[in-house]
């Protein structure tokens, strides 16, 4: 169990309309698709397709969405030994994309705020877990299972998304912090420092990762900066590129890659997953074909 996903899991609904609707108005679309979600799962799902043996733990409702929810990790093979069955509505997000392939999304949480780090047992947070962390589930629970896998030597990746509070002492006990500019900017706002790489990295004493887009990401570690461009690819949809960008990243850490060869592969998955509508995460052999 290499990767280890504690997160949101979703079931999407995904409308392609010509433009996104402004405040008060309604825009339609000729229909809409139904799609596995979340950004726990589809990172988890990003991890497995790029050939990481991958677990998830987190939580659904006993309702018809979780079937929707959870088919993606079914499809990739994740494990789901530990996830939980709650009395709360699955979660589910409504994305708009428009033609240029920018997006709106609103969320519900549902089950998302039951999901607890005791779901995740001491043993499997050891030296040869990659844990991977978002900002979907309860900050507290996030916290919690992160200075757990500290204390067993866990290697840890929290992805600071949507923006939002998280537990000072647990910041600072991450490996890797990856967030994109706006999450970035947030971040420094709080502390006072750049947005960059290597402020967040001087502020917080741990490694930072920022995705920039069209230009590239940038990272900042002990070791020293880090850069990677951009693979240019003609976007339709936006949606779950950075959950690809983090899964693959995790992915290819775990299997040894040093980090500047993580980060090319993952901006290469990125990549591919805006070509595609919804959170739609590519397979090993495709991103290793963009890689040439």
Not at 3 to 9: I, K, P, T
């Amino acid at each position: 169990m290499p990767v280890l996903v504690f997160g949101s899991v979703n079931a999407d609904l995904v409308f392609a309309l010509p433009v996104l609707p402004a405040p008060g108005e309604t825009v339609l679309a000729p229909g809409y698709a139904t799609l596995p979600g979340g950004k726990g799962a589809n990172q988890a799902v990003a991890a497995a397709q790029d050939g990481a043996p991958t677990a998830f733990a987190g939580a659904v409702g006993d309702d018809a969405l979780a079937e929707v929810a959870l088919r993606g990790l079914r499809e990739a093979g994740v494990e789901l030994g530990r996830l939980a069955w709650v009395p709360e509505p699955t979660g589910c997000a409504a994305i708009a994309v428009d033609r240029a392939g920018r997006n709106l999304i609103l969320g519900g949480s549902g089950a998302n705020q039951s999901a607890r780090a005791a779901q995740v047992e001491d043993a499997a947070l050891n030296p040869d877990t990659v844990l991977v962390l978002q900002r979907e589930v309860p900050a507290a629970e996030n916290a919690a299972l992160i200075l757990r896998a500290r204390a067993r030597g866990a290697r840890i990746l929290l992805n600071l998304a949507p923006a939002g509070e998280v537990a000072p002492e647990a910041l600072r006990a991450l490996d890797l912090l990856v967030a994109n500019e706006h999450e970035a900017a947030w971040l420094a706002g709080q502390l006072g420092c750049g947005a960059d790489a290597a402020s967040l990295h001087r502020a917080l004493g741990v490694g930072v990762a920022v995705t920039l887009g069209e230009a590239g990401a940038a990272a900042a570690t002990a070791a020293g900066p880090l850069r990677v461009p951009a693979f240019p690819v003609r976007a339709v949809d936006t949606t779950g590129a950075g959950d690809a960008w983090c899964g693959v990243l995790a992915a290819a850490l775990d299997r040894g890659l040093p980090l500047d060869a993580a980060m090319r592969r993952a901006s290469a998955a990125a990549a591919i997953a805006c070509t595609r509508p919804g959170a739609t995460m590519p397979r090993a052999a495709e991103t290793a074909a963009l890689l040439g």
